[in-house]
């Protein structure tokens, strides 16, 4: 007996392991890296004009750089929209005189046009791509320069947070971004930040100006969660801090542990009187590995400080839960948000989406319901993984950093649940849409009826089909209409630019 126990975990360890090397993308992929669609754009007028005016800056279809280009994105569906051209600038002025020529056609005839991309991290069809517009590549815009003071890094809107990290780690110091090294900087601190001292940004009139707490007030406001509806963000002042390496990583456990993990997450969250401003997380994620029919759970801890096992997790309900193994150990911030992206590489179709709840008990369980009963549904997506995510908004959180529009006055803890999908073939995107759609609805129905829904939507992880903007509320979403029109009378940004979410102006 005890020998054939000994088998099924040795057994049950090696797949689970074999999970997570799909996961992290390690076995062989059956799509090639420049599998591209046929429908190859024709010439426009606005791409003949911007190769005319910025012939080294401007990428044709044909070539090899344009190939590269397109082939950019962390979603395969993003890599099949093709442009009519890629504009890639290697200065502001560069991009004013884009910008200018865009609004000059775009005055003739409003439509969209062009598209905007910093790391093209976001899978929302047309976030950061046009069929047969103009994909403006901001990837030259790599600056990463600390001030004189160490209070403050100046940070190019092309970079990844690996960028960012990379440099910082070297001097002792680090920011508020990503935890993901992949993920771009722009469209993260455009959807979320409150960090930011000061943003360069070239606007519809394809003026470049800066907007900070003294200059362009308002303007400065709006950007802090209102995403590129306002202009072209060059780059970001943001404030710094002394950091050394923190202790980081992942406990891997068996499905049979969900339930406690659910209770642990619930329990960590709502603690009130014992607040550790180092500690960040727990993310708790659970994950269906469809080509191996199996569940697997994943939970992330962080800790800001070098301290193995600091007290705040020691004695959270995380750290007496059996497991497989863990990853958890003091590492750079570099190699801490790689681990992170290696969970989920580029190159497969991927769906995001996310709601917002209190941290609720019955609210929390019953969320985990709808992803497990959604399985027998999905058994048939080939390479499907199928993950539900619970992370943290605390109230500590909230308070620090500069005012923003986002609506998140809260005196309680809260929990964005959402959804990371992704599979392999595009048969299937319609199904697996409409699936992640139905579970998102679910929960925020469980939700309502048990009177712990919120408002806010974390704009970075919401679907297609979600509309961010009103869960910040009848104020701020009016604010940022009111910006909105201020800066760019015309409506570049919201007609002219099809990318992200818009603030719903109308035509």
Request: hydrophobic share 40%; charged share 20%.
């Amino acid at each position: 007996m005890a020998s054939t126990t000994g088998i099924t975990i040795v057994a049950t360890f090696f797949i689970i392991v074999f999970s997570l090397l799909i996961l992290r993308g390690f076995l062989p992929s059956q799509r090639t890296a420049d599998e591209k669609v046929s429908n190859v754009p024709e010439p426009t007028i606005v791409s003949t004009l911007l190769s005319a005016a910025l012939h080294e800056s401007v990428i044709l279809p044909g070539s090899f750089a344009f190939t590269k280009a397109t082939n950019s994105y962390w979603a395969k569906q993003e890599s099949e929209v093709i442009p009519a051209c890629v504009v890639r600038p290697r200065t502001t002025k560069e991009l004013s005189v884009t910008v200018k020529i865009l609004k000059q056609e775009y005055d003739k005839d409003p439509r969209g046009m062009f598209a905007v991309r910093s790391g093209g991290h976001s899978p929302v069809p047309n976030a950061a791509s046009m069929q047969g517009g103009v994909l403006i590549d901001l990837s030259l815009f790599n600056e990463v320069t600390p001030s004189e003071d160490r209070s403050s890094v100046t940070i190019g809107a092309g970079n990844r947070w690996k960028d960012v990290s990379t440099v910082l780690d070297k001097i002792g110091l680090a920011v508020v971004g990503g935890r993901n090294s992949n993920v771009g900087v722009g469209g993260l601190t455009l959807g979320v930040c409150s960090n930011v001292i000061s943003f360069e940004i070239v606007l519809a009139s394809g003026t470049v100006t800066t907007a900070s707490e003294l200059v362009n007030y308002d303007l400065w406001n709006a950007l802090k969660g209102g995403s590129n509806n306002f202009g072209i963000v060059t780059s970001f002042r943001v404030r710094a801090f002394p950091s050394t390496n923190v202790w980081s990583g992942f406990l891997y456990l068996p499905n049979s542990q969900s339930s406690k993990v659910v209770a642990a997450f619930h329990e960590f969250v709502g603690r009130t009187d014992t607040y550790d401003k180092y500690t960040a997380g727990p993310i708790a994620c659970f994950t269906y590995v469809q080509p191996l029919g199996l569940q697997v759970v994943s939970v992330n801890l962080v800790y800001t400080k070098p301290e193995k096992w600091p007290a705040c997790w020691k004695s959270s309900g995380f750290a007496s839960l059996w497991r497989f193994w863990s990853t958890c150990k003091v590492q750079s911030l570099t190699s801490a948000t790689d681990e992170l992206n290696g969970l989920n590489p580029p190159g497969r179709r991927q769906v995001l989406a996310a709601t917002t709840i209190k941290n609720d008990l019955p609210t929390l369980i019953a969320a985990h319901a709808i992803y497990r009963d959604s399985i027998e549904a999905l058994r048939g997506i080939k390479g499907l993984s199928w993950t539900f995510v619970m992370q943290p908004i605390l109230p500590e959180w909230v308070k620090i950093g500069s005012p923003n529009p986002m609506g998140l006055d809260t005196d309680e803890a809260l929990v964005i649940v959402s959804f990371t999908v992704n599979w392999e073939k595009d048969r299937d995107d319609e199904f697996v849409n409409m699936m992640t759609r139905n579970a998102v609805e679910e929960i925020e129905a469980v939700a309502a009826r048990n009177g712990t829904g919120n408002r806010y939507r974390y704009l970075n992880y919401c679907a297609k089909f979600q509309k961010p903007f009103e869960g910040y509320g009848e104020e701020n979403w009016r604010f940022l209409k009111e910006t909105s029109r201020k800066y760019d009378p015309e409506g570049l940004f919201q007609r002219g630019c099809t990318g992200g979410f818009k603030l719903g102006m109308g035509e």
